[in-house]
């Protein structure tokens, strides 16, 4: 019935600038541009299983919204550096800065944060293969792996 999810939307004050921040920052691909309806659509793989929609709205209308992305615990791993080099600030889950990663132990899952140029709230979000914990609430990553016998590389 229901697999997952395939497509999302956001609202942004300028499209060109949106453009400019998913296709060469984040690095998706330009699916489809609607000049009438102030659209771009974006894929985030070859087998085009996955789509965002940005869609540019009046700036009285526009309102804040967050989405995940998925990825992997490598990814995450390097997020930091990347989003530095292009002068994008990231926070961990509970906002306290950028290190260290937290663990969100009902899931259990990994995820950075940071804003595309409008501030909506975008987060790369990767599963642990653990069992979750969901009392221990949000842990550093360092404390979980250490629980699991295991050492951050």
Known sequence: MIYGLYEAH????????????YEKVLGLKLGHHEEKRRANFYFFDENKNH????????P???????????????????????FDEHGIETRNFDNTGKT????????????IFFKDPDGHSLEMLAMLPDEPKPELGVVPWAEWEAMHGRELT
């Open 100 to 111: 260290p990663l937290k663990v969100i132990a009902w899931m259990p899952a990994i995820s």
């Open 60 to 82: 009285e209308q526009f309102r804040r919204e967050h989405v995940a992305f998925h990825s992997t615990v490598e990814d995450i791993k390097r997020a930091a550096a990347f």
């Open 51 to 58: 789509m965002l929609g940005v869609w540019e709205i009046a």
């Open 10 to 21: 956001l609202h942004v004050t300028n499209l060109e600038r949106a453009a400019e921040f």
